[in-house]
């Protein structure tokens, strides 16, 4: 998301034209273009660390994971057992 006119161009959801002209603003104005990228860094760099970024990939991951193999239960059976199983096997 774009929160500052100096960090890029905010288009519209589905108009290609508005996005046809962003870019060739930015194609065509050098300075406009350099402010966006270096602004653009800064904020990256304030607000964002690499472990954070890493923590949140792994609690995504581990979510879905939780989602992806039901735990076994004794209602279950075996084919739910082997299954979980050959799961931990590709781990």
């Not at 108009?15 to 904020?43: M, N, S, T, W």
């Not at 890493?54 to 989602?67: A, G, I, R, T, Y």
């Not at 739910?80 to 096997?89: D, H, N, S, V």
């Amino acid at each position: 998301m774009i929160t500052a006119a100096h960090l890029g161009v905010a288009v519209p959801p589905g108009d290609p034209r508005a996005l046809a002209d962003a870019i060739l603003r930015v194609v065509r104005d050098r300075d406009f273009a350099e402010e966006c990228g270096k602004c653009g860094r800064q904020y990256v760099i304030a607000h964002y660390r690499w472990s954070q970024l890493v923590k949140q990939w792994l609690d995504k991951l581990l979510e879905l994971n939780s989602h992806a193999v039901p735990k076994f239960t004794a209602k279950a059976g075996s084919a739910q057992l082997q299954t979980e199983r050959k799961f931990e096997e590709c781990r």
